[in-house]
């Protein structure tokens, strides 16, 4: 996978892509090439690549000694600013408030085959030694007396490069780390637009298109965590096809403080970085200390969105999210959130999960409201005493009942928050994010608390930990309902640290928790939330197999958000609950069965009052539960791909998921309003069916892949205003599930 081509020249390939990366003429790092697999390259091949990038349009040299040679429209691997390039660079350090012009040249590399995962920062892994192999390649500046290791993850499997960097201080004095991203690609035009999730609380991760033009398009979230507006993931695509054409992609395994951006310079030339933010961001380097990003990845596909999903979900359940989680089945959970919402107690949450396990739920999970004398949301964050009013006996007690049910037991927490009538607020006021200024912003009646300070996290997890005992929890839902304001730590106050490392160790301290959980409790299952998906990013995934992606359970409006989100995350993370009509959060009426066929792709629940549906309801959610089960390794880890458009306002909605031998799918279609007057000639073509093959559709017809990938799958005739004997859906709100499987 990763070839020498000479002794200074790195080929990292697989079936799919080829990255090309080289020392340049001044001893620093360019690239060459990232696209489709070139194969393998001899030196006359890599010195016509290397020609062709010398070839320079700047007129600044980078120095008198070295000819012609300037950085001005070089690609670069890790391009810094400061001699003759004049586009933003991926390292800003600082000493003593000057800016250093760095300058770094190639000292050494190292290929290991082995990356195991460890819970201690989130990152890409592999499980063996044939999976994977890294390439580091170190660099020194030698007057600044800096080393830059840059690393180079290539999977067997997927068409993506994982990249980080660290930094050393191998000087006398500190210096200060103003921006250090965490991976930098430059591509030879800009003929693409760049895709990215955008959105707000109740609509996140819808897809948006940008074009590309000189100057820079930039996302990026400064409210301490990835964001329900932004996320740190970007695409270029050529033609917004799904299924050919050439698609870059970026994303983060981090979930603090982001900044994804492209910027186009006067030659058309695109330089895409991502990192974290380098607003209020500045990191102080002591004599021989270490700083290390997280970890970016940059994805390739030569085969449209499609292709470029294959890669990102592939990737994320294969090398980042856990993978006993593609093993043990997700449980198909009751969560009595839009239920009851804090109107509970022990009596009527049993009732609840009678019936839910009389329909076939799985896991029982007692949403907020089950602590300190939480009765609305404005109390008791970081009181994390169960509520005797509710639970006379106890959480362990009534979690029995849970359990002598058949069912799993889950339970909420928020434990990066503290509401101002806590014993932990009046004990430790010093635990608060907050400025020493007179004022200090409250969101939802609650502070957020200084995870960058060990002490609260291992205060937090001492409170924590006896309830997961007590109850043996198989479940936990990690919510985070506010963002960061007034950004400061007391802690680093008191240690003499810079508050521009505040955002950062904040996320840090939040994985320091998710580590000593899940050192304790290796089997339990974490749901990531944040007021919904205000937090949905592969930092999370790394511990959260599943995440709540947005407050909006809505049908409709979950259309829009998953086709987003699957560009970039897996089915598997998206977890869908089936809710109440008129729903809660647009007041919309939809079918069961609509609500049933979306949340049916990917980990299911229920969440609204089951002891209150008239009979045809609950046997309709028994057959669907049952249904699921049956098919829920497909539902849940199947290979999911779109097959009309990702436009969040298009009235129609089609997804399918299949088997990795392609031998049995599903495909979901949707329309949300009727329309009159149509042609019935409307055909869903199908791209991951085996074209040598023949699948039942249904319980109807056997036709052959080819015709299914080039003809299509007819979409149900509905009802438009002439054939009332032949419609087979009516009305808005339409949905139809089809089972193709092969029988041959
Ligand atoms: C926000 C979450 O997204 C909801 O699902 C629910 O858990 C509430 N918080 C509880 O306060």
Not at 367 to 382: A, E, K, M, N, V
Not at 405 to 420: C, I
């Amino acid at each position: 996978m990763i070839e020498l081509i000479d002794d200074h020249s790195f080929h990292l390939h697989n079936d799919k892509i080829s990255y090309v990366l080289t020392v340049m003429e001044n001893g620093q790092l360019g690239h060459l090439y990232y696209g489709k697999a070139l194969g393998s390259l001899t030196t006359t091949e890599l010195d016509y690549l290397r020609a062709q990038a010398s070839k320079s349009a700047g007129t600044v040299k980078y120095s008198p000694t070295t000819g012609n040679f300037n950085l001005a429209d070089r690609a670069q691997e890790y391009p810094v600013y400061g001699s003759s390039d004049f586009r933003r660079g991926a390292l800003d350090v600082y000493a003593d408030n000057d800016p250093w012009y760095l300058d770094f040249s190639y000292q050494s590399y190292t290929i290991t085959d082995t990356k195991p995962r460890s819970l201690a920062q989130p990152a890409t892994y592999a499980v063996g030694n044939q999976e994977a192999q890294e390439l580091a390649i170190t660099l020194v500046d030698q007057v600044h007396q800096l080393k830059l290791v840059t690393y180079y993850t290539i999977f067997r499997a997927h068409g993506v490069i994982a990249r980080r960097s660290t930094l050393t201080n191998l000087g006398a004095s500190s210096v200060m780390i103003q921006n250090m991203m965490s991976a930098v690609l430059e591509l030879p035009d800009d003929q693409f637009e760049m895709v990215n999730l955008a959105g707000a609380w109740l609509k996140e991760r819808h897809v948006k298109y940008h074009n590309l033009a000189q100057g820079t398009v930039a996302v990026e979230s400064l409210k301490g965590a990835s964001g329900h507006q932004h996320n740190p993931f970007i695409a270029l695509t050529r033609s917004r096809s799904l299924t050919t054409g050439d698609v870059y992609a970026s994303n983060l395994i981090y979930s603090g403080n982001f900044l994804s951006q492209v910027e186009v310079n006067e030659w058309h030339k695109p330089r895409l970085m991502t990192g974290i933010s380098p607003a209020y961001f500045g990191w102080q380097l002591a004599p021989a200390a270490t700083f290390s990003t997280p970890e970016a990845l940059l994805y390739y596909s030569a085969d449209g969105l499609n292709g470029l999903m294959a890669e990102t979900q592939a990737v994320a359940q294969q090398q980042i999210a856990d993978r006993q989680w593609q093993r043990r089945p997700r449980p198909i959970v009751f969560n009595n959130w839009e239920a009851t919402y804090f109107n509970f107690d022990e009596t009527k949450l049993l009732t609840l999960a009678q019936q839910a396990k009389q329909l076939g739920m799985e896991c029982f999970v007692v949403d907020d409201g089950w602590f300190g004398h939480r009765d609305s949301d404005r109390t008791s964050l970081g009181d994390w005493r169960v509520d005797h009013r509710k639970f006379p006996h106890g959480m362990g007690h009534f979690a029995q009942q849970i359990h002598d049910l058949g069912l799993q037991m889950g339970l909420w927490f928020e434990p990066e928050m503290v509401s101002p009538d806590t014993p932990l607020y009046r004990d430790h006021p010093d635990w608060v994010v907050r400025h020493p200024y007179p004022r200090t912003a409250i969101g939802r009646g609650q502070y957020v608390l200084d995870f960058a300070n060990p002490a609260v996290v291992t205060a937090i997890y001492a409170q924590i930990k006896p309830v997961i005992e007590a109850a043996q929890l198989d479940f936990i839902k990690w919510d985070m309902n506010r963002n960061i304001t007034e950004a400061y730590s007391p802690y680093l106050a008191a240690q003499g640290l810079p508050q521009t490392e505040f955002f950062h160790r904040y996320i840090l301290g939040v994985y320091d928790l998710y580590q000593r959980i899940l050192t304790d409790f290796p089997d339990l299952l974490i749901e990531g939330c944040a007021g919904g998906g205000g937090r949905f990013d592969l930092g999370m995934l790394f511990y959260s197999p599943q995440m709540w992606p947005s407050d909006d359970s809505d049908a409709v409006e979950r259309l829009s958000i998953l086709s987003g989100t699957t560009l970039a995350y897996p089915l598997s993370a998206f977890s869908n609950h089936v809710s109440a009509v008129p729903n809660d959060q647009v007041g919309r009426m939809t079918p069961l069965k609509m609500r049933q066929n979306v949340a049916d792709f990917g980990p299911l629940g229920y969440e609204l009052d089951i002891t209150k549906l008239p009979a045809p309801e609950l046997a309709a959610i028994k057959a669907n539960i049952d249904f699921y089960q049956q098919h829920r390794e497909l539902l849940v880890n199947g290979h999911f791909q779109q097959l009309q458009s990702l436009d969040p306002d298009a009235n129609t909605v089609a997804w399918s998921v299949a088997n990795a031998d392609q031998s049995e799918l599903f495909v979901g279609f949707y329309r949300k309003l009727a329309t009159p007057n149509t042609s019935v000639l409307n055909y869903l073509k199908l791209p991951n069916v085996a074209v040598n093959r023949h699948y039942q559709i249904d319980d109807g017809p056997i036709v052959s892949g080819q015709i299914l990938q080039q003809f299509g799958l007819r979409e149900p005739y509905q009802f438009n205003g002439a054939n009332a004997d032949t419609a087979e859906l009516r009305g808005d709100f339409q949905s139809q599930l089809y089972h193709l499987v092969a029988v041959d």
